[in-house]
């Protein structure tokens, strides 16, 4: 971006702290649902940064994003948090349904020209909107999140990459930190099914682990997998994610594989409310700074 922004619009509770030159334009909703935006007379003339909660007012943040667009806005990026849908990203069977896809072309629709992602599952996400024109901005979080850990829980830890899929990822943070890292092998069947989780006990005996990986929902994954680890012999397994949905009995799951931390960026309204209710298990970590940042190197 050539421009400095002016403005930036954030959702109805925000998801981060931003002590930036930028004025805040906050949303107002009505009892009913609905939203209203008090746009200021110059913001035509501006660039502006918009906040998406895809997660709880996906409708609200599409409108926001099309009323700025019809205003011939220099530029408008978009900032999402969380991405909801990114696990909906091929065709396994005829049946499934590419909601990631299509999700990505209606925010297109919208009108803006740049979006900043935080970490998502479908690794195809640039793709779909640099087709459109629309410039896609990554947000490396894991890095940031593992020092954070690590500032908590102490360095002398082993990374744990739950598959092949997330290796690369783990490895790129075990080599900025200057740690040992492992990944675990799943293997499945012949329709694909996973039928057995294997871990490298020779790295993890005896040693702390960090399980890594851009989601919580379920946690029935990370609850196996953690309990597998303990088995290869593992003395305390932490957890860490980008995104915690915490969904059904997550934090039973996690408790009940003995899991002894869990750290997750504050990208989800679940995650917050999750991690107040949760104080002794889950931590919240701030990604504020990354996205200060990233706005920051966009404006120069």
Known sequence: ??????????????????DSPYELVRPHFFLGGEVNLHIPKDISKQVCFVE??????SL???????????????????????????????????????FSEHLANII????LTDVVVIETHDKQAAK???????QYHHVPVFSYLVAEVMATHGKDIVLVAPDKGSAAAVEDV?????????VMQKLRDDKGNVFRIEAC???????????IDDMIDTAGT????????????????????AHGLFSGQAIEKLRQANVSSVAVLNTTTSAAETAVANKTLVDLVDVSPLIIKTLGELVV
């Open 222 to 241: 990370i609850a196996s997998a953690a309990e597998l680890l303990y088995a290869s012999g593992a003395v305390e397994v932490h957890v860490c994610a």
């Open 52 to 57: 998406l909660d895809l997660q709880n007012r």
């Open 128 to 134: 779909y909107f640099e087709s459109r024109n629309v």
């Open 60 to 98: 609200e943040s599409l409108l926001i994003l099309k009323e700025l667009s019809s205003r011939k806005n220099k530029r408008i990026c978009a900032i999402v948090p969380y991405m909801p849908y990114s696990r909906q990203d091929r065709r396994d069977k005829p049946s499934d349904c590419l």
């Open 174 to 182: 075990a080599n900025t930190l200057s740690c040992q890292w492992t």
């Open 201 to 211: 006990s020779d790295v993890v005996h005896g040693a702390r682990v960090l399980l």
């Open 1 to 18: 971006m050539n421009y400095m922004p002016k403005y930036f619009v954030s959702s109805e509770s925000s998801k981060f702290n931003l």
């Open 108 to 111: 297109c629709d919208t009108g």
